[in-house]
């Protein structure tokens, strides 16, 4: 390589007054190099090339033995690169078009020259080699990187179907959710319409997604849309999409999301809070495919399966006229109920620890793991939020710790009041919820307070005495009567 970073230019020209007066403009800003014939001219071309090469070259047209374009037409099958630009005190036609036409000349510049004109003209030539060279070197690494990105893009749909399929659903051994999971992944395959109900939290969405990553569309788009977040109209322009003008506000088109999961899978949460009007709309859209946007002209074509989730029961919804029969039946071509939280108790420390992972890695925080007095709580307690109030008390518990092990104390209030290894059909926090006798009742709503009690202050019974008013013999004396002591 040549130690000059300047770029380099081969000046060819028969007369030598001129080649002087070409050097002294141009090497300021460039590499010059002379000769004054096409001979010379290429043997220069030949030992620069390993060198790093000529990248631009000026050629006077009229010379002895070969004229400027003809030795850019040989200058071109050996060195293409090379920016080729020829300067003539003539004009004729014939040899611009054959400049052009034969040796790809890059501009034809006239004698007499101007020094700023010609170095402009040299700079821009520069530019456009470099980006000749910019050009060919993206399209190599392109065609190299085409198998890896192929296989970039395969390992990431792996990863995907991994994190959403029904792996991805926490489950025990005896889960009732194992049925649902064998459902999905018989009729995945097929494209079928899916309604999903279930309570609120309790993974709907994650089934739907699984679903979606276990069909033959899982390589296209899954799209959600929350039904009930929005009122009728907003929510035809959402998914329907518009026109400019259609109405105020429309300011430019705007993509529907059925449009956006042409090919993929929409999945309408919350299909329960839409409107009768709305309905008929939905479900023309889903017995043609095809829809009109507002304010549109034509109808617009799409391929898109459809699953639907809502947490009302939706035969009463239709026995009592509040959601149409022909939809329904149009939603629910395969039914699946996800059971709640309370009918899974042996899914409930599986699912705290995958929680618990996923909330270190959200907050930044890390710990040992819940306590067994926290799993014992946790275990007993109904979550009448299923699995999102699970999450939330986890989350909570983890920011609010200062010890590497989270302690069943950092629990909210209604959780700790649930007795342990009692199965809990009411909120015991309340006095009609307990059994026994006016005294039975009495004691086991007291027993729960010193219990809760005891587990906010760590089982110091010097706090927790002073906070109920006791003495440390009178507290003694309840744990012994109510079996409470710290296991």
């Known amino acids: 390589m040549r130690k000059s970073r300047l770029p380099a230019v081969l000046v ?91 040796a790809g000349i890059y501009q034809y510049l006239l004698k007499p020259w101007q020094p700023e004109q010609l170095l402009l003209t040299l700079k821009t030539a520069y530019s456009v080699w470099r980006m000749q060279q910019e050009n060919q070197r993206l399209s190599l690494e392109l065609r190299a990187a085409e198998p890896v990105l192929k296989k970039r893009v395969e390992v990431k749909h792996q990863r995907v179907q991994s994190a959403f399929g029904t792996g991805n659903l926490v489950r025990a051994p005896a889960s009732p959710l194992n049925e649902v999971c064998q459902l999905i992944e018989r009729i995945a395959p097929f494209d079928l319409s899916v309604l999903i109900s279930g309570e609120s939290g309790t993974g709907k969405e994650m089934v739907a997604r699984a679903i979606h990553y276990a069909s033959t569309r ?8 929350n039904c009930g977040a929005l009122p009728d109209q907003l929510l035809e322009a959402e998914l329907f999409g518009y026109k400019r003008g259609a109405f105020t506000g429309a300011y430019e088109d705007r993509i529907g999301l059925f449009q956006q999961a042409d090919g993929g899978t929409l999945f309408l949460d919350e299909i329960g809070e839409t409107s009768p009007a709305f309905q008929v709309k939905l479900l023309r859209v889903l017995q043609e495919g095809e829809f ?63 929680l618990l992972a996923s909330a270190q890695q959200g907050l930044g925080k890390s710990c040992n793991g819940l306590s067994s007095e926290a799993a014992a709580c946790i275990a007993a307690y109904r979550w009448p939020g299923n699995v999102r109030e699970l999450q939330n008390e986890i989350l909570r518990m983890l920011a609010l710790s200062d010890t590497p092990v989270l302690g069943a104390e950092l629990l909210s209030p209604r959780v700790l009041r649930t007795p342990v290894g009692e199965t809990q059909e009411a909120d015991l926090s309340l006095l009609a919820g307990l059994q026994g006798s006016l005294k039975e009742r009495l004691e086991q709503l007291e027993a729960q307070v010193v219990k809760e009690t005891l587990i906010r202050h760590r089982w110091n019974k010097s706090k927790a005495a002073l906070e109920l008013g006791l003495s440390r013999v009178g507290l003694r004396n309840k744990l012994e009567r109510y079996g409470l002591e710290k296991k």
């Open 12 to 102: 060819v020209d028969d007369e030598v007054r001129s080649l002087e007066a070409l050097r002294r403009t141009l090497e300021e800003d460039f590499d010059v190099f002379t000769a004054t014939s096409a001979e010379a001219a290429m043997e220069i071309l030949e030992h620069e090339a390993p060198l790093g090469g000529i990248q631009l070259i000026v050629c006077d047209q009229r010379m002895p033995g070969m004229t400027g374009v003809q030795f850019l037409q040989k200058v071109r099958s050996q060195w293409p690169d090379a920016v080729r630009i020829i300067l003539s005190g003539y004009t004729d036609a014939e040899d611009i078009i054959a400049g052009v036409n034969d």
């Open 218 to 225: 899982a390589d296209k788009a899954f799209i959600i849309e």
């Open 292 to 354: 009109r946007p507002l304010g549109g002209a034509r109808p617009v074509s799409v391929d898109v399966r459809v699953l639907a989730a809502t947490n009302r029961d939706l035969e009463t919804e239709v026995r009592e006229g509040r959601f149409r029969e022909d939809l329904y039946y149009r939603l629910a071509t395969v039914s699946l109920n996800v059971p709640p939280l309370r009918e899974r108790p042996m899914d409930i420390p599986l699912l705290a620890q995958r």
